[in-house]
């Protein structure tokens, strides 16, 4: 009887453990803050994957809808002619037509990600954020770059959401296709981001530990 009794005891003892080890680990993990749960959105351009990369790394932490930004006239291959057209369509402050389409009354908080290109925001993010009312949404700029920086690009976004909260961006190191460097973010250098995004998270108040 007395071991009948104990042996009970014990099958309750060992559930109460596993159930506070199970609580224990889930308030370990990430949570995204309750009230923006579901209403998330991750838009980006790419044409070489880095911010591609850097666009699904934020995906895996946060969650939401991750979209890629898609030009009605997509621009040449070839990386000279590329550069040469971005520099012609800033000169004449032309907005590229955009095929990507999104109800913006669907989200709260907004992730924008984008390369340098010609030390600015890329022309199509110039049409997206223009033809797109972010007012009272939380905006958040991520960028990458061949070394030199976001230029003018984290600025131009605050320019042209006046009336969303613009938090503070994050802009890293990608490729280089001028040198013939393409996907960088990738391997080792993707597990090193994926840190660095995470630390960028927590500190703007997105993911809490
Ligand atoms: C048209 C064009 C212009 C660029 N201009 C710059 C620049 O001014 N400064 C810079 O650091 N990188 C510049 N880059 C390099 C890209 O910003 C960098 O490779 C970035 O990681 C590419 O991102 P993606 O792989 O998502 O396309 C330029 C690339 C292109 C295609």
Known sequence: MATAVSHKDLVQTTRMFLLSGLLLLSSCMYSLIDEVEGR??????????????MARIIKEQVGGDLVEIELVNPYPEDYQAHVDQVVEE????????????INMDDYDVVFVGFPTWGMQLPPPMKTFLSENDFSGKRVIPFNTNAGFGVGSGFRKVKELCPDAQVLEGLSLEGG??????????KGERAREVKKE???????INIIKE
């Open 90 to 101: 800033n000169n004449r402050g032309f907005l590229p037509p955009l095929k990507t389409k």
């Open 197 to 203: 995004v995470e630390t960028w998270l927590q500190k």
């Open 40 to 53: 998330v959105l991750i838009v980006y351009l790419t044409r070489t994957n880095n911010t591609e990369a």
């Open 176 to 185: 280089y296709e001028k040198q013939g460097v393409f996907l960088t973010i």
